[in-house]
């Protein structure tokens, strides 16, 4: 398993849907057909622009910047780029250091929609290099070994089956 970045919307309409992606991509965000996420072109989105900002996303890494946008693209609260009053969207010039690098528990604004950069590595076996499931998290500071590993150096005592109908252990 490969680490992976999700998009999830905490505001606006679609408030919990998720973009998950696991390899590099350049993708728009916009209320164009073109976009990668695209948002609707109905009257609630019209602070969005047809191709609003851009991330760079080659995961664990991700990057965002504004497209020339003409109400802004905020991370954090913060504006990090937008096109002057009128100026066309393709003569904005990229302000800059207007691209910003994002991480996990970022947010994106792009005009009422909030986006919450979720960044996910792999659990990965410290012994054997094996990719531990998800759900497996560290309880404490040690090493993250899979059952195999454990069985090896002798952490974890083999969990004997049961022989009886009901499910009771055996003596």
Request: overall charge negative; charged content about 25%.
């Amino acid at each position: 398993m490969t680490a992976k970045i999700t998009l999830t919307i905490t505001e606006g309409r679609f408030q919990g849907k998720e973009h998950t992606f696991e390899g590099r991509l350049l993708c728009t965000v916009g209320r164009s057909e073109e976009c990668d996420v695209r948002l609707p072109s109905d009257l609630e989105f019209l602070d969005v622009s047809r191709r609003h900002c851009l991330l760079d996303i080659n995961p664990p890494e991700i990057h965002v910047s504004d497209l020339g946008s003409l109400n802004g693209t905020y991370v954090n609260g913060v504006k990090i780029g937008q096109r002057a009053r009128g100026q066309l969207g393709g003569e904005a010039l990229p302000r800059v250091g207007a691209e910003m690098v994002l991480h996990d528990g970022d947010e994106i604004r792009v005009g009422g929609t909030v986006f919450r950069v979720g960044v996910v590595y792999p659990l990965v076996c410290t012994g054997c290099g094996a990719d531990l499931p998800t759900e497996e998290k560290p309880a404490g500071a040690g090493d993250l070994l899979c059952d195999w590993c454990r069985l090896e150096v002798g952490t974890v005592q083999p969990q004997r089956e049961s022989a009886c109908a009901v499910g009771g252990p055996v003596e």
